[in-house]
């Protein structure tokens, strides 16, 4: 066991094609590299088609079999992440269309929390009150809820693009579309997402306002031990 780092390091350091010869053959330290370096983005992109935790899981593994039996396929054009993310996509597609057939309702759950706009409550409340943490979980759902509730081909290059941080060229890649469409497709879903969200962000932040009774009593008695009374 004392190699087992120094083995490790060796495998993270490869490129994509050797990673992906190792993986092939079965070498579990390539296996755990590839699959460390590409849960949460696939995660998120089966996500961004199904909204279903449970779905969107499945498919993730479901892709990770497929690909690791047809590793001999990948030829390093593109890198070996974004070839799994188009794997993982047309595999989100053929289930949310297997759903769709069954009659079978969407259920919207866990996604990682997008932090974007979360500064605008931060400089408003006390990021250790109780308050403000009602605030920040008030805003997750609201958020997770607008991001669902964008069209699925908005969605998915908003995920792609906006949370998990890949280029336009990448995104074009793995949703195979072209680079306009990935740029149109952004911007339309940025612009319903700040729609959604500045039609209830004053009624959110109103609502939290009336849970913040300790720290009004604190500033007024602070106010009276200021003037002495």
């Given at each position: 066991m004392t190699n087992m780092p120094q083995n490790l390091a060796a495998?993270?350091?490869?490129?994509?094609?050797?990673?992906?010869?190792?993986a092939a053959n079965r070498d579990p330290l390539a296996v755990r590299t590839i699959t460390t370096r590409n849960n949460q983005r696939l995660f998120r992109t089966a996500w961004s088609v199904l909204r279903n935790h449970a779905d969107a899981?499945?498919?993730?593994?479901?892709a990770y079999l497929k690909a690791f039996n047809?590793?001999?396929?990948?030829?390093g054009n593109s890198s070996l992440s974004?070839?799994?993310?188009?794997?993982?996509?047309?595999a989100a597609i053929d289930r949310r269309r297997a759903i769709q057939r069954r009659h079978t309702d969407y259920l919207k759950q866990d996604i990682a929390i997008f932090e974007e706009y979360q500064s605008r409550y931060e400089t408003q409340s006390d990021l250790r009150s109780p308050e403000s943490e009602l605030l920040r979980k008030q805003f997750s759902e609201l958020l997770?809820?607008?991001?669902a509730r964008l069209p699925n081909e908005y969605r998915s290059v908003f995920v792609l693009r906006d949370i998990e941080g890949m280029s336009?060229?990448?995104?074009?890649?793995a949703l195979q579309i072209k680079e306009a469409t990935v740029k149109s497709r952004l911007f339309r879903a940025r612009r319903e997402l700040r729609k959604?969200?500045?039609l209830n962000f004053e009624t959110i932040f109103a609502d939290a306002i009336a849970f913040a009774g300790a720290d009004c009593d604190a500033m007024t008695n602070r106010v009276l031990c200021a003037l002495n009374i």
């Open positions: 495998v993270e350091k490869m490129d994509d094609v050797e990673l992906a010869r190792r899981e499945e498919v993730v593994q479901e047809s590793l001999e396929t990948f030829d974004t070839w799994l993310t188009r794997i993982v996509y047309n997770k809820t607008a991001i336009v060229s990448e995104t074009a890649e959604h969200l500045e």
